[in-house]
């Protein structure tokens, strides 16, 4: 099954993750259907779009990318949330896994790097 | 009874800085350090030039970083950071200081990763960026750290201010 063409939604602060992480979604075929840029506007966001999966940065204001997957699956438990992430921050990392996300991916932005994150979660797009 | 964390070092801190400042520059921009020049201790006022991205660690580190970056050395790496992505009309300014944020974050993020020691995680704060030039004077029991880093396109000096409770996010000391 072919993971192209899902919906993503893209929640970071930093406008040049934020247009990195558009164009190699776009370029791996899957289309970015909403921005929030910061953690406590995903909710909501997510809730209007119902995407595939998120891409969730973790430094944010107001509320960080931790916090903001907790809420997003404390209502839709099975969402898909893959965290984005500096080398040397493992350890929030581990936070935001045991909050629920299922992957991440480490700055500098790749497009292969999405995509073989996403290859791993394939069962969990099926019957979407 | 609760064990107090020692208090890292401003210069330990400062080297592991350097280190992941020498290789973020070379990795995503292919610049290189020419200089740098350190001060390490007693550093009685601050000054922030051209754009400045503060950011910082939580406890037990309980550290604010500024970088201030000349306009040159910014503007270079923000033709690195932004040659594969568009960048629509009237946002150049504003992709240009996300690249000083971008840095900064990119230099604490890994930076934090350089001690294990402190055996859980370290918040990190999020980065805001100054645009206006400051002066910033050390009082009460401020302690500030200086690194000048010179390349060819520009230079970028990093501050280390602490305690962190002292100053806010915009490096306005608080009276504690």
């Given amino acids: 099954m072919s993971l192209a063409g899902r919906r993503a939604m893209v929640v970071d602060d930093s406008v040049i993750a934020a247009s990195k992480l558009r164009v190699a979604l776009e370029s791996l075929g899957h289309t970015v259907v909403g921005?929030?840029?910061?953690?406590?506007?995903?909710?909501?966001?997510?809730r209007d779009l119902r995407?595939?999966?998120?891409?969730m940065d973790?430094?944010?204001?107001?509320?960080?990318?931790?916090?903001?997957?907790?809420?997003?699956?404390?209502?839709?438990?099975?969402?898909?949330?893959?965290?984005v992430t500096s080398l040397g921050q493992e350890r929030m990392v581990m936070d935001?896994?045991?909050?629920?996300?299922?992957?991440?991916?480490?700055?500098?932005?790749?497009?292969?790097?999405?995509?073989?994150?996403?290859?791993?979660?394939?069962?969990?797009?099926?019957?979407? | 009874m609760m064990m107090m964390a020692p208090v890292m070092p401003l210069s330990t801190l400062m080297s592991s800085i350097l280190r992941r400042t020498r290789r973020i520059l070379l990795a995503t921009a292919a610049i290189?350090?020419?200089?740098?020049?350190?001060?390490?201790?007693?550093?009685?006022?601050?000054?922030?030039?051209?754009?400045?991205?503060?950011?910082?660690?939580?406890?037990?580190?309980g550290v604010r970083a500024a970088f201030s970056f000349d306009n040159s050395l910014l503007r270079a790496l923000y033709?690195?950071?932004?040659?594969?992505?568009?960048?629509?009309?009237?946002?150049?300014?504003?992709?240009?200081?996300d690249t000083a944020a971008e840095i900064a974050n990119m230099i604490l993020g890994t930076s934090s990763g350089d001690f294990p020691e402190?055996?859980?995680?370290?918040?990190?704060?999020?980065?805001?960026?100054?645009?206006?030039?400051?002066?910033?004077?050390?009082?009460?029991?401020?302690?500030?750290?200086t690194m000048r880093v010179r390349a060819p396109s520009g230079r970028l000096d990093v501050h280390l201010l602490r305690p962190r409770e002292l100053f806010d996010n915009r490096l306005n000391q608080l009276v504690v």
Avoid: W
Avoid at chain 1, 35 to 46: E, I, W
Avoid at chain 2, 79 to 97: K, S
């Fill in chain 1, 35 to 46: 921005s929030a840029a910061s953690g406590a506007d995903a909710p909501a966001l997510y």
């Fill in chain 1, 51 to 55: 995407p595939d999966f998120v891409t």
């Fill in chain 1, 58 to 83: 973790i430094v944010m204001p107001d509320m960080d990318g931790v916090q903001a997957t907790r809420e997003i699956l404390s209502e839709f438990p099975d969402a898909v949330v893959i965290m």
């Fill in chain 1, 96 to 128: 935001a896994l045991k909050a629920g996300a299922l992957g991440y991916i480490v700055k500098p932005i790749k497009a292969e790097a999405i995509s073989s994150t996403l290859d791993r979660l394939t069962s969990r797009f099926e019957n979407r």
């Fill in chain 2, 32 to 61: 290189n350090i020419d200089a740098v020049e350190r001060f390490d201790g007693d550093v009685s006022a601050l000054d922030l030039h051209d754009i400045t991205a503060v950011g910082g660690f939580g406890e037990p580190i």
């Fill in chain 2, 79 to 97: 033709g690195r950071f932004t040659a594969d992505i568009p960048v629509p009309r009237g946002q150049e300014d504003l992709f240009c200081r």
């Fill in chain 2, 118 to 145: 402190v055996g859980r995680s370290i918040a990190m704060t999020p980065v805001i960026v100054l645009t206006e030039d400051r002066h910033i004077d050390r009082r009460h029991h401020a302690v500030f750290g």
